[in-house]
């Protein structure tokens, strides 16, 4: 997350505010043009989908501020995609393609996964665990994946965490099958309809003015740069005596060597600078559902060494798309 660190506000600042300017030219809305990348193309034939993500935020203090609309410097930015192709045949000799995207991420344990079309209508979901990803058919193939630990959905990207013994070369060809396999069979992202996306950002009439400040700044500037490299962060809680702000890494942020460089350097000189109140920003502890959900998955993942390694069983054949992706 260092490329979260780029460009500097185009007007002087304090010393003080000067890292956070820095931030700041990652805070705008990413263009639309991508730059130095090369396609990636497998898979399945799917209908096209024409419906977008879409974001309205809320008006508050600090929109209607004049430090808020600084003028930004334009900003450009290589994005390193690999190059693969493939097609299949469906019912009757029906030829079927799609198009997938991989990118990295500046943790290199995280990868982005873009299939070219919606992912979530609106917000972003995050499941740390095999339980929490039953909620979701994608998550749920993805999560059986021997070395998977994390999956995230953005508006138009799958965010897929491995264990840092895996090998991506191993990993991708089984997450494009899962993917691909998803999009065929035209069942829905989540299992319950009903289900929403995580909205911890969301401004509510029970917020005092800071809190809303400083939820609107999150979501308005800080959270679109942090899903470029395919994380997201989410306000937790404002400690009024210590001004100190709660935040939750998720997606490929969570782990990130350089997630404590961001936290620090970016996102709360950013908003200490914004906000007087704010004093500091800290990472949020993870919750009992959480913990609990590390420990379920620590410990079937020692399970499975175990009997592997008892058995001496065979690996089960891979998926016959990702044999394919793999040679």
Not at 32 to 47: E, N, R, V
Not at 67 to 93: D, E, I, K, N
Not at 213 to 241: C, N, Q, S, Y
Not at 269 to 288: F, Q, R, S, T, W
Request: proline share 6%.
């Amino acid at each position: 997350m260092r490329r979260a660190l780029r460009q500097l506000l185009s007007v002087p600042l304090s010393s003080q505010a000067a890292e956070a300017a820095g931030f700041s030219g990652r805070i705008q809305e990413a263009p639309k043009a991508l730059h130095g990348f090369a396609s990636q193309t497998w898979g399945t034939w799917l209908p096209d989908d024409a419906s977008e993500n879409k974001h309205q935020h809320t008006q508050s203090r600090l929109a209607q501020s004049p430090v808020t609309h600084l003028p930004l410097g334009p900003r450009t930015r290589a994005m390193m995609r690999s190059q693969s192709c493939f097609q299949t045949f469906g019912p009757q000799g029906q030829i079927r393609s799609m198009f997938i995207q991989t990118q990295n991420t500046p943790n290199p344990q995280s990868q982005m996964f873009l299939p070219g079309r919606t992912v979530m209508e609106s917000g972003v979901m995050s499941f740390s665990s095999a339980r929490e990803a039953m909620a979701s058919p994608l998550a749920k193939r993805i999560f059986g994946i021997d070395g998977v630990t994390g999956v995230f959905f953005g508006a138009d990207f799958i965010t897929v965490t491995k264990k840092e013994e895996v090998p991506w070369a191993a990993l991708k060809p089984l997450v494009f099958a899962a993917v691909m396999d998803h999009y065929s069979s035209g069942e829905p992202l989540l299992e319950d309809k009903e289900m929403q996306a995580r909205s911890d950002t969301a401004i509510h009439e029970d917020d005092d003015e800071v809190v809303a400040m400083i939820k609107e700044l999150l979501e308005t500037r800080i959270r679109p740069a942090v899903a470029e490299d395919g994380g997201d962060i989410t306000f937790k809680e404002f400690d009024v005596d210590s001004g100190v702000v709660m935040v939750k890494l998720s997606g490929s942020c969570s782990g990130c060597p350089s997630s404590t460089v961001t936290l620090k350097s970016g996102i709360e000189n950013m908003l200490m600078h914004y906000i007087p109140e704010v004093k500091g920003v800290m990472e949020a502890p993870p919750d009992e559902t959480e913990q609990e959900g590390l420990k379920e998955f620590q410990k079937l993942d020692s399970q499975l060494e175990g009997g592997k390694e008892g058995s001496g069983a065979e690996k089960p054949a891979a998926h016959p798309m990702a044999q394919h992706l793999s040679n």
